[in-house]
């Protein structure tokens, strides 16, 4: 595998396992005490040792290996983007700003977590689109500037996050947490949600719209 791809495998299985870290230690506190020593190593050896996996495979079948890092890479953001916003629930809880808290915005009610999540996304598609631009789509003309790139993919990013807060704010506020969840464990149930209609939104965009001609 070459030095680059081995290089953003490594670095996208340390953002991982950092990220997973808030994100564990509010899902399941007994197995992140467990647990949190391992998190960071296993990531950083699965995702080596799954990207040299698949660019074997993708030796013979090309479309495996952009699949393979688009995986890594969309796991990667679920996680910046449910890691982001675990912190920020925390944070904002101790400064008397919890999730389920509302303001009146004098058109409609908004809860706390909707902000929370829209800041979570947009840093989140912050990291995509270099992700997405430099690897996962990447070309000989990677490095090259092309504003009607960027509007393409604030337009479709933008879209994105609105299928992304939607889904969310639905989960979070339209059903009361089951099983005993805390506001904050309910919280990732409808971050993951809306992440995940998010990123097949946003990968359909990027392919056939934005870098269309870097495939």
Same mark, same amino acid.
């Given at each position: 595998?070459?030095?680059?791809?081995?290089?953003?495998?490594?670095?996208?299985?340390?953002?991982?396992?950092?990220?997973?870290?808030?994100?564990?230690?509010?899902?399941?506190?007994? +197995?992140?005490?467990?647990?949190?020593?391992?998190?960071?190593?296993?990531?950083?050896?699965?995702?080596?040792?799954?990207?040299?996996?698949?660019? #074997?495979?993708?030796?013979?079948?090309?479309?495996?290996? !952009? +699949?393979? #890092?688009?995986?890594?890479?969309?796991?990667?953001?679920?996680?910046?983007?449910? $890691?982001?916003?675990?912190?920020?629930?925390?944070?904002?809880?101790?400064?008397?700003?919890?999730?389920?808290?509302?303001?009146?915005? $004098?058109?409609?009610?908004?809860?706390?977590?909707?902000?929370?999540?829209?800041?979570?996304?947009?840093?989140?598609?912050?990291?995509?689109?270099?992700?997405?631009?430099?690897?996962?789509?990447? !070309? #000989?003309?990677?490095?090259?500037?092309?504003?009607? !790139?960027?509007? !393409?993919?604030?337009?479709?990013?933008?879209?994105?996050?609105?299928?992304?807060?939607?889904?969310?704010?639905?989960?979070?506020?339209?059903?009361?947490?089951?099983?005993?969840?805390?506001?904050?464990?309910?919280?990732?149930? $409808?971050?993951?949600?809306?992440?995940?209609?998010?990123?097949?939104?946003?990968?359909?965009?990027?392919?056939?719209?934005?870098?269309?001609?870097?495939?």
């Amino acid at each position: 595998m070459p030095k680059k791809d081995l290089g953003f495998s490594l670095g996208a299985g340390f953002l991982i396992g950092i990220l997973l870290l808030p994100v564990l230690k509010v899902a399941k506190p007994e +197995l992140f005490n467990a647990l949190a020593f391992f998190v960071v190593p296993f990531s950083l050896i699965a995702a080596s040792l799954g990207m040299l996996l698949a660019h #074997k495979i993708g030796t013979r079948f090309a479309l495996i290996w !952009q +699949l393979a #890092k688009y995986v890594i890479v969309g796991g990667m953001n679920t996680l910046v983007d449910l $890691g982001i916003l675990t912190l920020i629930i925390l944070i904002a809880k101790n400064f008397g700003a919890p999730a389920e808290d509302s303001i009146y915005t $004098g058109i409609f009610t908004l809860t706390f977590y909707s902000i929370y999540k829209g800041l979570s996304f947009i840093l989140a598609n912050i990291n995509s689109f270099f992700w997405s631009k430099y690897w996962t789509f990447s !070309q #000989k003309d990677a490095a090259r500037k092309s504003p009607s !790139q960027f509007i !393409q993919f604030f337009t479709v990013s933008l879209i994105g996050l609105l299928f992304n807060v939607v889904v969310a704010s639905l989960i979070f506020r339209s059903a009361p947490p089951l099983a005993g969840f805390s506001s904050e464990q309910w919280g990732l149930v $409808g971050g993951a949600a809306g992440s995940l209609a998010g990123m097949v939104w946003n990968f359909l965009g990027y392919k056939f719209v934005v870098f269309e001609k870097r495939v």
